[in-house]
């Protein structure tokens, strides 16, 4: 087919499917410069602004006061001088990096009294969008139908790069290209990036990670999950490395405070960066998830965690180093149990299967799409093994911190031509970040367990050799093994690896070559990549090709269904209501949280549940101030806005778009929706804001911060 012929239909589909979407119209993450085609039913749902109050490249607009935070989280500016609302937990990492027994702020909260006191951190920066824009064609150009896959992506990679070029004007903008619908779109995004963002102000975690993971991605909750950054630029506004001569920056626009609150059925959207969601999966990708995937890493996961909070359990110390790696294993663990749960209830392999087979009658008389499903289900059978392989060498193999520490150091034993001086330069930065963070006790423990694992489940034939052998040579004792290589790796010695670091070139090459962590990770990898990474590839890009064109025809098929792309890391908004559930027969879920809950979970005895006295104090005395409603304190609540994983710090507007909450989880019930979406009970979890403005007014004595801001009362 005529490729220009062929992509009109696709922006035709698009745009129909855009518009058709009325019905089920609370799933779906939305692009903002798309967003002129749903916002006929956002005003009709409670939306009280326009598209350009939303997304704008000629005026400053809502997307204005939006950043990326981190690669992996969203923030919110709330004042014209760069202060940014996260979620505690999205600044975690910076927390713990700045505490120590003496000074632990992960435990005591930390609050800058002034802008001297507000603390610079290494490597954060948080990324504005500057503008978006559909590059479908450009990115399309000079292809032809009877392109290879190989070819057609070379020549679809030298029109992305050429894209990005033009794109960057200054220094400090980045640009990507992304695929949406698998490839059947493509747009541009470009960004401005901050470097310099410091830590304002955080709550103890016993309050910003209350409920701790007995809690997460469960509701009733009541967790005061937000932190303070501020972001500083140079005196022009500019993006700049740190330097105590910048200034806070001045933001085209931010985000006016509602205290009004929210009642059941208020509208409210969330403007943020989604990171990864697969709503339009084959069947048989959904069946592996549920019946190998995802019941292998919770497994995996389950021993690394009774391990690390065994260990955590005994000392200040390793609590410290081990809680922003505990608490991000035990995340995808809690969650992709919820995730199997919710496909099993939902059925959603059998229901992909019916619409599978209807498509394929549909298809029939259609060349283009008629063999897809019979194509998809051959090369997911092939695929299966090597998948399962990959989970392993991800959660048992790689999930070693001394495997991984050890990885760093290959381009020195690949004897490549170096630029020897930025390599050690970096490598000196990765090991400090390593040892700060390092207890021996727990990695060697997991080595031993992980690794039982690894040879008990991987398939002969795909097995690493290396593992194979020294397993067979200590009689299949895995500890000795463990404890020998522990004892005799550099890896495991701050001294010995700044030692290593100050050799020659060959030097290190050779040190490398003799330590048995370092060839146990290089052989085994040179292994994996080789006979297993190479044949998932080769399939998985068959597999990709054929999502392509069933996206196409999907969309085709189902033309009265709401299409959206699924998420990227790119900006999204999600609108819908604030909303209760039915988790179950005979339960209803309020919508809405209090500090009542707090207490009633509080208990000293249990470290999650263990409040700061303070708080019980403000209660006793219903000592709220302002911030009284009802003579409570509004805690969370629930709105079926469709999120994921990094919408975590994400503004929740109302239809004013002033903000009200921040986002911070899904509920148990909905964690399945990154697979598959159910309005009826999908929430995204929000806290209340006014509940962060009264921990830090009462609780914190940072009421100065509130000045900065603007509220609506
Ligand atoms: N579940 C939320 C998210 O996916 C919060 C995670 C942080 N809290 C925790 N207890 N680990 O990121
Ligand atoms: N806590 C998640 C995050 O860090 C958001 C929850 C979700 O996955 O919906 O982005």
Same mark, same amino acid.
């Given at each position: 087919?005529?490729?220009?012929?062929?992509?009109?239909?696709?922006?035709?589909?698009?745009?129909?499917?855009?518009?058709?979407?009325?019905?089920?119209?609370?799933?779906?993450?939305?692009?903002?410069?798309?967003?002129?085609?749903?916002?006929?039913?956002?005003?009709?749902?409670?939306?009280?602004?326009?598209?350009?109050?939303?997304?704008?490249?000629?005026?400053?607009?809502?997307?204005?006061?939006?950043?990326?935070?981190?690669?992996?989280?969203?923030?919110?500016?709330?004042?014209?001088?760069?202060?940014?609302?996260? /979620?505690?937990?999205?600044?975690?990492?910076?927390?713990?990096?700045?505490?120590?027994?003496?000074?632990?702020?992960?435990? #005591?909260?930390?609050?800058?009294?002034?802008?001297?006191?507000?603390?610079?951190?290494?490597?954060?920066?948080?990324?504005?969008?500057?503008?978006?824009?559909?590059?479908?064609?450009?990115?399309?150009?000079?292809?032809?139908?009877?392109?290879?896959?190989?070819?057609?992506?070379?020549?679809?990679?030298?029109?992305?790069?050429?894209?990005?070029?033009?794109?960057?004007?200054?220094?400090?903008?980045?640009?990507?290209?992304?695929?949406?619908?698998?490839? /059947?779109?493509?747009?541009?995004?470009?960004?401005?990036?901050?470097?310099?963002?410091?830590?304002?102000?955080?709550?103890?975690?016993?309050?910003?990670?209350?409920?701790?993971?007995?809690?997460?991605?469960?509701?009733?909750?009541?967790?005061?999950?937000?932190?303070?950054?501020?972001?500083?630029?140079?005196?022009?506004?500019?993006?700049?490395?740190?330097?105590?001569?910048?200034?806070?920056?001045?933001?085209?626009?931010?985000?006016?405070?509602?205290?009004?609150?929210?009642?059941?059925?208020?509208?409210?959207?969330?403007?943020?960066?989604?990171?990864?969601?697969?709503?339009?999966?084959?069947?048989?990708?959904?069946?592996?998830?549920?019946?190998?995937?995802?019941?292998?890493?919770?497994?995996?996961?389950?021993?690394?965690?009774?391990?690390?909070?065994?260990?955590?359990?005994?000392?200040?110390?390793?609590?410290?180093?081990?809680?922003?790696?505990?608490?991000?294993?035990?995340?995808?663990?809690?969650?992709?149990?919820?995730?199997?749960?919710?496909?099993?209830?939902?059925?959603?392999?059998?229901?992909?299967?019916?619409?599978?087979?209807?498509?394929?009658?549909?298809?029939?008389?259609?060349?283009?799409?008629?063999?897809?499903?019979?194509?998809?289900?051959?090369?997911?059978?092939?695929?299966?093994?090597?998948?399962?392989?990959?989970? =392993?060498?991800?959660?048992?193999?790689?999930?070693?911190?001394?495997?991984?520490?050890?990885?760093?150091?290959?381009?020195?034993?690949?004897?490549?031509?170096?630029?020897?001086?930025?390599?050690?330069?970096?490598?000196?930065?990765?090991? #400090?970040?390593?040892?700060?963070?390092?207890?021996?006790?727990?990695?060697?423990?997991?080595?031993?367990?992980?690794?039982?694992?690894?040879?008990?489940?991987?398939?002969?034939?795909?097995?690493?050799?290396?593992?194979?052998?020294?397993?067979?040579?200590?009689?299949?004792?895995?500890?000795?093994?463990?404890?020998?290589?522990?004892?005799?790796?550099?890896?495991?010695?701050?001294?010995?690896?700044?030692?290593?670091?100050?050799?020659?070139?060959?030097?290190?090459?050779?040190?490398?070559?003799?330590?048995?962590?370092?060839?146990? =990770?290089?052989?085994?990898?040179?292994?994996?990549?080789?006979?297993?990474?190479?044949?998932?590839?080769?399939?998985?890009?068959?597999?990709?090709?054929?999502?392509?064109?069933?996206?196409?025809?999907?969309?085709?098929?189902?033309?009265?269904?709401?299409?959206?792309?699924?998420?990227?890391?790119?900006?999204?908004?999600?609108?819908?209501?604030?909303?209760?559930?039915?988790?179950?027969?005979?339960?209803?879920?309020?919508?809405?949280?209090?500090?009542?809950?707090?207490?009633?979970?509080?208990?000293?005895?249990?470290?999650?549940?263990?409040?700061?006295?303070?708080?019980?104090?403000?209660?006793?005395?219903?000592? =709220?101030?302002?911030?009284?409603?009802?003579?409570?304190?509004?805690?969370?609540?629930?709105?079926?806005?469709?999120?994921?994983?990094?919408?975590?710090?994400?503004?929740?507007? /109302?239809?004013?778009?002033?903000?009200?909450?921040?986002?911070?989880?899904?509920?148990?019930?909905?964690?399945?929706?990154?697979?598959?979406?159910?309005?009826?009970?999908?929430?995204?979890?929000?806290?209340?804001?006014?509940?962060?403005?009264?921990?830090?007014?009462?609780?914190?004595?940072?009421?100065?911060?509130?000045?900065?801001?603007?509220?609506?009362?």
């Amino acid at each position: 087919m005529n490729i220009i012929y062929s992509m009109k239909k696709i922006v035709l589909i698009l745009g129909l499917a855009a518009a058709c979407a009325v019905s089920r119209a609370d799933e779906g993450m939305w692009l903002p410069s798309l967003i002129e085609a749903r916002i006929i039913d956002m005003q009709d749902k409670g939306l009280r602004l326009s598209a350009a109050d939303l997304y704008s490249v000629n005026q400053a607009c809502l997307k204005d006061a939006i950043v990326q935070f981190g690669n992996g989280c969203t923030a919110n500016l709330v004042s014209d001088k760069g202060l940014i609302f996260t /979620n505690h937990h999205c600044g975690f990492s910076q927390i713990q990096s700045h505490s120590s027994p003496e000074h632990d702020y992960l435990k #005591d909260g930390f609050w800058a009294k002034n802008l001297s006191d507000e603390l610079p951190n290494k490597g954060l920066t948080v990324k504005f969008l500057q503008y978006m824009e559909d590059v479908t064609e450009q990115v399309l150009e000079g292809l032809s139908s009877e392109m290879d896959e190989a070819t057609r992506k070379k020549v679809i990679d030298a029109n992305r790069a050429k894209i990005i070029k033009n794109a960057v004007a200054e220094k400090w903008i980045r640009a990507t290209v992304d695929a949406l619908y698998y490839g /059947n779109q493509y747009f541009l995004f470009v960004y401005k990036i901050y470097e310099d963002i410091r830590l304002v102000g955080a709550p103890p975690s016993s309050i910003g990670k209350f409920g701790g993971d007995t809690d997460n991605w469960i509701w009733p909750r009541h967790t005061g999950d937000f932190s303070l950054f501020r972001i500083y630029a140079d005196k022009d506004n500019n993006p700049a490395p740190y330097s105590k001569d910048n200034v806070p920056y001045q933001p085209k626009q931010f985000l006016k405070i509602s205290l009004k609150g929210v009642q059941e059925n208020d509208f409210t959207f969330i403007y943020g960066y989604p990171a990864r969601t697969s709503e339009y999966l084959f069947s048989e990708a959904v069946k592996y998830l549920a019946e190998r995937g995802n019941p292998a890493k919770i497994r995996l996961r389950t021993l690394r965690l009774d391990i690390m909070q065994a260990e955590m359990a005994k000392d200040a110390g390793i609590r410290i180093k081990y809680a922003a790696k505990q608490a991000s294993v035990a995340n995808a663990w809690k969650k992709w149990q919820g995730e199997l749960s919710g496909v099993v209830r939902l059925k959603t392999v059998e229901k992909k299967k019916q619409t599978e087979q209807a498509f394929t009658l549909w298809a029939a008389d259609k060349p283009e799409y008629a063999a897809l499903v019979t194509q998809f289900s051959k090369l997911y059978a092939e695929i299966d093994t090597y998948a399962f392989v990959r989970d =392993y060498q991800t959660e048992a193999f790689n999930a070693n911190e001394l495997i991984r520490f050890a990885a760093n150091f290959l381009p020195f034993a690949e004897g490549k031509k170096l630029s020897t001086d930025s390599l050690i330069q970096r490598l000196k930065s990765v090991s #400090d970040d390593f040892f700060k963070n390092y207890v021996q006790a727990i990695d060697q423990q997991c080595f031993e367990v992980l690794l039982s694992e690894y040879v008990k489940h991987v398939p002969k034939g795909l097995t690493s050799p290396v593992v194979e052998r020294a397993y067979k040579d200590y009689r299949h004792d895995m500890a000795k093994w463990t404890a020998s290589l522990y004892a005799s790796t550099l890896f495991t010695h701050r001294d010995k690896v700044e030692k290593l670091l100050r050799l020659s070139p060959e030097e290190i090459a050779k040190q490398l070559n003799k330590d048995p962590i370092f060839s146990l =990770y290089r052989e085994s990898n040179d292994f994996y990549k080789e006979k297993v990474e190479k044949p998932y590839n080769a399939l998985n890009s068959q597999i990709e090709t054929l999502y392509r064109a069933y996206m196409r025809g999907l969309m085709a098929f189902q033309s009265e269904r709401p299409f959206y792309p699924d998420a990227n890391s790119t900006i999204r908004i999600a609108y819908g209501k604030v909303s209760g559930y039915k988790p179950a027969d005979a339960v209803y879920y309020l919508p809405q949280s209090t500090i009542e809950g707090i207490m009633q979970k509080d208990n000293p005895d249990i470290y999650d549940y263990d409040i700061p006295q303070k708080l019980r104090d403000l209660y006793a005395a219903k000592d =709220y101030g302002r911030w009284a409603v009802d003579g409570t304190i509004p805690v969370g609540f629930l709105a079926n806005n469709h999120t994921s994983g990094g919408n975590s710090g994400s503004p929740v507007l /109302n239809g004013d778009g002033h903000l009200i909450g921040l986002n911070f989880d899904r509920t148990w019930e909905s964690t399945m929706s990154d697979v598959v979406y159910d309005s009826e009970i999908c929430r995204n979890i929000a806290l209340d804001i006014r509940y962060a403005l009264f921990v830090m007014d009462k609780l914190a004595d940072a009421g100065y911060l509130l000045d900065e801001m603007i509220f609506v009362e």
